[in-house]
């Protein structure tokens, strides 16, 4: 029976009917699924019942979540909405303050240096993903808040790796500008080079093949291939030092005007994979967190990174947003978007704990600081933002929200 409990098939069953329980108390409560499937993840994970741990097994399908989620998103956009000045200065000054406010806090309450400027670079992270899909949920992937923070999370990824190159450099000891440099350049080069090949030659030869009578006889084929791209294009980036997910929304951006006559659609199937992958994804963000292992002197630690982390966000990110021309509400829908933390600031806290850089008391508080930045955007936007009003911006238009959208949201 042991044997039996064990394998794939009764684990995939077991984190489904979980993320099916996930959905039921998101209706429940009258929130995004995002919430309810990660307060289940807390529920059934070592925090509360202990039925399931962070495997190696949850681990491996929660990324193919994160990665399936943003593969599914980049169909959405364009690369313009990307490249602009304003998510530049946004990703830039919102990477900047949150380090400062992370390093101040925690030689505030006494923490040495090094674990100093390791917090500091944890709190620069963004995780895209649970912004996203609400975003998604919410049918707000259109508007000029949600592209800017798109185009500056991914910004953002590039900027973090830096912070990240250059603290564990000064950690040790080893800063130099050329390594630095050379972080840089593997990075942009990737973006650049990906985006391009995407765009200009894989896109173009799909077209081409769909003519063809072997797609007609295989009109499943495309699919495959382009999810063989996305997960291809997953792995380069994690090759660089990028995160997964940036590399799968660069293969959906390569993907978005692809039209197909004999295939099938290419984000309708996506789609599906990503019902079932970011649901496990948004459990195991409940699972990794064990509450059990703050202690009272963490708790409060915790509590004052958690305000700073969001704060740094909102303040770094909201301000460049409305000097770039968005209205104050747009702004701080950016600022807030770009406050989660997830899965980016778990492996920065991993990575500092594994070099011996923080110990295990700050490593917790990093990774229930993600927990918590994780579940509050969501609640902010259902609660707050997306109500039914009016967002005048600085050219003199007015936007509100679809009343559509609204109600299935």
């Known amino acids: 029976m042991d044997n039996l409990f064990a394998t794939p098939e009764f684990q995939m069953s077991l984190l489904l009917f979980v993320a099916i329980g996930g959905y039921l108390v998101a209706s429940r409560i009258n929130q995004s699924a995002v919430i309810g499937l990660i307060l289940v993840g807390l529920f059934v994970g070592p925090s509360v019942l202990g039925l399931i741990t962070y495997t190696d097994f949850v681990s491996g399908l929660a990324h193919l979540g994160a990665v399936i989620l943003l593969f599914v998103i980049g169909f959405e956009f364009n690369m313009k909405d990307i490249i602009q000045p304003r998510n530049f200065a946004i990703a830039l000054v919102g990477v900047i303050v949150p380090w400062l406010g992370g390093w101040y806090l925690a030689v505030l309450f006494g923490f040495d240096s090094a674990s100093a400027i390791f917090v500091g670079t944890a709190c620069t992270a963004t995780s895209i993903a649970i912004t996203a899909n609400v975003l998604k949920e919410l049918g707000k992937l259109q508007t000029d808040a949600a592209k800017a923070i798109i185009g500056a999370a991914v910004i953002d990824d590039v900027l973090a790796l830096l912070a990240l190159a250059i603290s564990t450099d000064i950690v040790g000891g080893s800063f130099s ?18 985006a391009a090949f995407g765009l200009l030659v894989v896109s173009r030869f799909l077209v081409r093949l769909d003519t063809t009578p072997f797609v007609k006889k295989y009109p499943e084929f495309i699919f495959l291939f382009a999810m063989m791209l996305a997960f291809f294009y997953a792995m380069c980036a994690e090759a660089v030092g ?39 994804f948004f459990v195991s963000l409940g699972i990794i967190a064990d509450l ?9 630690f ?8 969001i704060l740094t966000k909102v303040i770094g990110c909201g ?5 770039g021309g968005l209205c104050t509400k747009d702004a701080l829908i950016v600022g807030f978007g770009m406050a989660p933390r997830g899965e980016v600031a778990m492996i920065i806290a991993l990575i500092g704990l594994e070099r011996g850089i923080i110990g295990q008391g700050i490593y917790v ?9 994780t579940i509050i955007t969501p609640i902010v936007y259902r609660n707050w933002f997306y109500r039914g009003e009016y967002c005048k911006y600085e050219g003199g238009g007015t936007s509100m929200p679809d009343s559509s959208q609204e109600k299935v949201a």
């Not at 059990?292 to 409060?300: G, K, M, N, Q, W």
């Not at 509590?303 to 982390?309: C, S």
């Open 319 to 323: 301000i460049p947003a409305k000097m």
């Open 365 to 373: 508080a990093i990774v229930m600081m993600s927990l918590l930045t």
């Open 177 to 194: 500008y050329l390594g630095v440099a050379i972080v840089t350049a593997k990075a942009i080069g990737f973006i650049v080079i990906a």
């Open 242 to 280: 990028l995160s997964a997910i940036v590399g799968a929304f660069i293969a959906g951006v390569s993907f978005k005007d692809v039209e197909l006559h004999q295939s099938h659609s290419l984000k309708e199937g996506a789609e599906y994979l990503q019902i079932i992958f970011a649901s496990i």
């Open 292 to 300: 059990h292992a703050v202690t009272p002197e963490i708790f409060l």
């Open 302 to 309: 915790l509590v004052a990174l958690t305000i700073v982390a």
